[in-house]
């Protein structure tokens, strides 16, 4: 199995972990009666940004797929993908405040994955073709 494939495999199954991950937080968060959906605590757009986040887990899996079946469009995802979520991880690394050590360890973990992805997407040419 190349390097390519690997990568996207680790996409698919992270996207994925993600994916059920963040809904099932979101879903327990906005049915909360305190903190939830209808309360005036937690403004639309922090709901609209929060939404983005399973978004962009879902379409990472889609990205995954399209490498991994060696689709042109699913390198082009990645090119565009990648560099999103090191610049994300790499903010959460360095502003994320006070947490427990095991978070800041999946921080670290995340953020070298996005370098390796991003590094891939630009480095291969002619992966997906």
Not at 21 to 43: K, V, W
Not at 71 to 97: E, S, V
């Amino acid at each position: 199995m190349t390097r390519g494939k690997v990568l996207a495999s680790l996409w698919v199954l992270l996207g994925f972990a993600g994916l059920v991950l963040t809904t099932y937080h979101l879903m327990t968060l906005a049915a909360d009666p305190q903190y939830g959906f209808s309360s005036t605590i937690r403004e639309p757009l922090w709901w609209f940004i929060q939404a983005l986040f399973p978004t962009f887990f879902c379409v990472m899996v889609i990205a995954g797929f399209g490498v991994l079946f060696t689709r042109r469009w699913g390198l082009w995802a990645f090119r565009i993908l990648a560099p999103l979520m090191l610049l994300y991880t790499l903010a959460y690394t360095i502003f994320g405040g006070e947490r427990a050590w095991w978070l800041a360890l999946i921080g670290l973990a995340w953020l070298a994955f996005a370098v390796v992805s991003t590094l891939f997407a630009y480095a291969n040419r002619d992966a997906a073709t």
